[in-house]
């Protein structure tokens, strides 16, 4: 076979998790280390048109890369990546071979004959030019021999599939890489560029290999070091150049590249997220833009059922693209399934109008304040209604569940428990109640404005003034703790909120309360436990 070459995109792809701003030693630390390692191309990062900022792998011109390099590597080739309509190319300096060597020119797949024509006018100025076909997924067999005959034309250093949204399963890569390398010039190197929403991003790096195991074509395979990169992530490079080296007799740096990650990666790892989620799995199911998975996520907390029907109902052409308006119908589609509750809410006036009620949130104070709440239970003698948990602890009388997660942990893991007193649910989280489970629209006690609308404490109380309820007491509104178990009185709850801004989402939920307040003057609220909101009426 042709020869392997290992590409290392550590500094683009991984621009997506830290809006590229990996810092002056980082970037320095990790071209070196790759090109110490032996790495046979490292992608240093975009080449965008604003200004270079220090410490940023968004570039303006190769020349600000220089910088950030010690001796050039013979073994490495430096390269750079641009979007084919997001940078202006009468920008772009005949290369002098101080930076990059190489750029490389990625294109939707509606626009790859302007996309090659953009890598036509980058040749003319001296530099290597490499291909990657975004999506190539989308590409049908007479498409991708359309696409072989342009890049034979334009003769560049080689054309990368690329798995944009992580969808491709072995049989996939097989059918693409079968019409390319019978069709594309055998000087052309074929590449390869996944994404791991499926967990197969090594798995199919290593099909594409062997597939081509018996040509005497050059390949070029992507991989970044601990698989950073927007979304799931990449194949990851330690796991890659080990795999060569076993396999292929290729003569990576192991400890080289086990020292990049000590000293450049555990910071990033330590503050940021990517890889394998099931948020990034659904996107991976349908071909779908991670921007939609990002804005839901962000935006409203979406849990994975939501996620899958809100994506499920966009058609195959709107996943592949972001249309955040059009999203957010479908979120609230989704979320306001209408249903006649006229009956559920004169039956829920009937047992709470003019009452006490007391409202067992999920906080931890329910369990460090266990005597004085049950002591309030026994002298007040309120409606004692759960919020959005079981509280094995304490009789309840009601259970209000705004969240589907909620409603199948809590009737899963609290059998006995959960059967006991009846259920409020809401319509986003079921249309018919079974039983004792009375069934409130959605969108009576929602109000918008926040990016955290759905609080279970806030919409119950909204709910309860509808009610005419009076008088509330609530015990285990707590606040977030930063660490997400110490917040609860049962640290398996299912996660709603997964960012860790725990001190932002404190501060919103504190705003809602006391919008609630100024807007209910009827409704006298009073906390049994401590706080962080208590005094918010003041």
Not at 81 to 90: P, T
Not at 112 to 121: L, P, T
Not at 355 to 384: C, H, M, Q, W, Y
Not at 487 to 507: C, F, M, Q, R, T
Request: glycine share 6%; aromatic share 10%; with cysteine.
């Amino acid at each position: 076979m042709g020869k392997i070459q290992l590409l290392d995109c550590t500094l683009r792809d991984g621009a997506y998790i830290v809006n590229s701003e990996f810092g002056t030693p980082a970037i320095k630390g990790i071209i070196g280390r790759m090109q110490e390692a032996n790495v046979d191309i490292v992608e240093c990062g975009w080449l965008k048109d604003p200004p270079h900022r220090e410490g940023c792998s968004y570039f303006h011109v190769p020349s600000d890369l220089e910088r950030y390099l010690g001796k050039k590597s013979q073994r490495s080739l430096l390269v750079a990546m641009i979007d084919w309509d997001r940078y202006d190319l009468s920008a772009l300096p005949p290369c002098d071979g101080k930076s990059i060597d190489a750029i490389r020119v990625v294109f939707p797949y509606a626009h790859f004959r302007e996309g090659i024509e953009v890598g036509k006018e980058i040749a003319k100025k001296g530099y290597r030019v490499f291909f990657q076909a975004a999506n190539t997924l989308q590409y049908s067999d007479e498409d991708l021999k359309e696409l072989a005959d342009c890049i034979n034309e334009a003769r560049p250093v080689s054309l990368s599939v690329v798995d944009t949204f992580g969808a491709m399963y072995h049989e996939d890569v097989e059918r693409i890489v079968k019409v390319l390398d019978a069709r594309l010039d055998p000087s052309i190197k074929l590449g390869f560029h996944s994404h791991n929403n499926q967990q197969l991003s090594f798995s199919l790096t290593q099909r594409f290999i062997e597939l081509l195991c018996g040509s005497a074509r050059d390949i070029v395979v992507d991989s970044s070091l601990c698989g950073m990169g927007r979304g799931a992530g990449n194949t990851t490079t330690e796991l890659l150049a080990n795999y060569l080296n076993l396999k292929h007799h290729a003569n990576y740096d192991m400890n080289v590249i086990m020292d990049a990650i000590d000293v450049y990666m555990q910071p990033f790892l330590e503050n940021f997220k990517w890889g394998y989620s099931i948020p990034y799995f659904i996107a991976g199911m349908y071909c779908c833009h991670v921007n939609n998975i990002a804005y839901l996520l962000k935006n409203h907390r979406t849990n994975a059922r939501d996620m899958r029907n809100i994506i499920g109902s966009l058609s195959p052409e709107e996943r592949r693209h972001y249309d955040y308006d059009l999203l957010e119908s479908k979120y609230l589609e989704n979320q306001s399934r209408v249903v006649n509750d006229k009956e559920g809410m004169s039956a829920l006036e009937k047992a709470f109008g003019h009452k006490n009620v007391l409202l067992i949130a999920p906080g931890r104070s329910t369990i460090d304040e266990e005597p004085k709440i049950k002591k309030f239970i026994e002298e007040r003698r309120p409606i004692v209604l759960g919020v959005n948990a079981v509280n094995a602890r304490y009789a309840l009388d009601y259970l209000i569940l705004t969240n589907r997660a909620r409603y199948d942990y809590a009737r899963t893991s609290y059998r006995e428990e959960f059967e006991k007193p009846a259920k409020i649910l809401l319509s986003n989280v079921k249309t018919e109640g079974d039983g004792r489970e009375i069934v409130i629209n959605f969108d009576r006690i929602v109000k918008r404005g926040w990016e955290h609308f759905d609080n279970a404490v806030i919409l119950t109380l909204r709910l309860l003034e509808k009610l005419q309820v009076k008088e509330v007491a609530i015990a285990g509104f707590d606040g977030f703790k930063h660490k997400y178990a110490e917040s609860y009185a049962d640290p398996s709850l299912p996660i709603l909120k997964s960012d860790g801004k725990w001190d932002e989402l404190n501060a919103e939920i504190l705003e809602m309360f006391r919008d609630f307040c100024l807007k209910a003057k009827d409704l006298r609220v009073e906390f049994v436990t401590e706080s962080i909101f208590d005094g918010a009426r003041k």
